[in-house]
């Protein structure tokens, strides 16, 4: 027999990485929030990769820290292995990876959801969703309990219909064997809400003691590590290492042998999969040419013998999954703790979500994470973030928060997905901003603090070290511009060991920062007045000389594009009565209607002439 609950302002289904997001960030905000997990020992799971971050994704981490999000002090304190990628390219696309402890993360942020005041959290299948006749969302779990709440952040993951795959094997489960969410599929299709299936896969865990790591190429952890929050005081440690091993011609044998007992290849699997981490199955038939594709072996945690095979994601049958594992250096005696299985699920089409995460047609409803089409840790947290506050600023009657390509990662993300909308689940790419000289992970904080102290995240404290970080900033700044180094015969000499020109007069310091061969630390012993600044601090400055040129190249296309971002589209603009829009260019328009010229100008199908048509047509109407 149903009973009414309890009403809140914001309820949240979900609690993985986007929901754990949405709810903090809600209640933060001083909105009463409820979250919803079917199974609270899911809360913050990493079903699949143990890892945060990675390229261009230790970007999106770093800006949920600076915004006032919890996911880069969670990874720091249940780190287990810490790497800074590509440091042998540009600072542009250095980006910061942890191995982590997978369940001390998932009780780090259990325990942090389960901390924050006017944040509750239930163990319940919500089962139907609804608007009332006073505008209020109800939601009805498994148990009968009703609830409502003046708006609802989507967060489902891969819960949402899930059905796994493994061989000829097919069941209905979300993630790690959990239940899955079947009839809020139903409840959400009755809403006409646009549903389609997308796949992801996972690897097995193999037991360690099965490894033979003497034909494995190890790889360890950086030696001098860097956390991923501003607020960090103290540096992770490498607790672990992890190791590579490759596959061969008898692996390729076995798996194309056994392709027509894959679900994938059968037809048994519908859903879309992801173009950038294809299974292995996939990998072979793919690129039938490559003799070996990598393999990295990562441990699940300190106090665990699981071991993720990194690379290693299949549907094949078990007994196939293990035959295949064994050709492998290094395994050829593995055990399987958990089999590799993909999964399906359901997810909507995210060009129909504004740039706040909220839905187009549905006030008060919005989207987040996989359940946007996108996948990955970092990307669900960073939708749930956004859709967490805008969830409370509509509550508290506030306009919505919007980041712009041109701030962020985050913004980039968001805008990919309602602009351009997603065929396969998307994964963010430094190559995916074009504005990514600006968009660095070391400058995340001076880029998008000052926002998150404005929305209410970020902490007096933390504003006021960013205030005298950027006061350090441009005292340095002034102080190696005005400093001259003379022509003295030891740095004469270091200069030519160096292979750059020696010096016919004095040379300010900045301009010696310039030169490639040349950097703070290898200038130190002649800087004489080096102040005692945070490192941190050395590093913006080396950077903001060295890019000078490129940077305010960027700074000019994203001043040319902010002037087609601001002139905003009213919502009553009907595109299919502008005169000379083409009719590819009308459907796609009302379809995704943008909110800004700059928006509409990234749609696929509509052309720059098309985007002339709507500012010819802006302008008579007298819309500025």
Known sequence: MEYFAKNYDVAVIGAGHAGIEAGLASARLGCETVMFAINLDSVGNMPCNPSIG????????????ALGGEMGKAADKTSIQSRMLNLGKGPAVHSLRAQIDRRKYSEYMKHAVEKQEKLDLR??????????DEGLWVLKTRLEAVYTAKCVVLATGT????????????F???????????????????????????????????????????????????????????????KPENRVACHITYTNDDTKNIILDNLHRSPLYS???????????????????????????????????????????QGMSSSLPEDVQLKFLRTIP????????????????DCVDPLALTGSLEFIDFKGLFGAGQFNGSSGYEEAAAQGLIAGINAARSVQGKEPFVLGRETSYIGTLIDDLVTKGCADPYRMMTSRSEYRLLLRQDNADLRLTDKGYEIGLVSEEKHNRLTEKKKMIAEELERVENTVLPPAKELQKFLVSRETSELKTGARLAELI???????????????????????????????????????????????????????????V??????????????????????????????SGVTPADISVLLIFLAKEGIN
């Open 267 to 309: 037809g048994k699997i519908s859903g879309v999969g992801p173009r950038y981490c294809p299974s292995i199955e996939d990998k072979i038939v793919r690129f039938p040419e490559k003799q070996r594709h990598q393999l990295f072996i990562e441990p699940c945690g300190e106090d665990t013998e699981e071991m993720y095979l």
């Open 330 to 345: 290094g395994l050829e005696n593995v055990e399987i703790m958990r089999t590799a299985y993909a999964i399906e699920y």
């Open 574 to 603: 009907d595109f299919n009565a502008i005169d000379g829009l083409r009719l590819e260019a009308r459907e796609k328009l009302t379809k995704a209607r943008p909110q800004s010229v700059g928006q509409a100008s990234r749609i």
């Open 172 to 234: 209905e489960s979300g993630p790690d064997g959990m239940f899955p969410a079947t009839e809020l599929s139903k409840a959400l299709k009755k809403l006409n809400i646009p549903l389609r299936r997308f796949k992801t896969g996972t690897p097995a865990r193999v037991n360690r003691r099965s490894i033979d790591f003497s034909k494995t190429e190890l790889q360890e952890g950086d030696k001098n590590t860097v956390a991923f929050s501003f607020d960090s005081e103290k």
């Open 159 to 170: 819960f949402l219909g899930g059905r796994v795959y493994i061989g000829d094997v097919s």
């Open 514 to 572: 310039r030169r490639p061969q040349l950097n703070y630390e290898l200038l130190k012993p002649f800087d004489k007045n080096r102040p005692d600044f945070p490192e941190e601090v050395f590093e913006q400055v080396e950077i903001e000389l060295k890019y000078e040129g490129y940077i305010r190249r960027q700074q000019a296309q994203v001043e040319e594009m902010h002037r087609l971002e601001v002139k905003k589209i009213p919502e009553t």
């Open 54 to 65: 990675g390229t261009s994704k230790g970007h999106l981490v770093r800006e949920i820290d």
């Open 123 to 132: 163990q319940s299948e919500i089962v139907d969703l609804y608007k009332n």
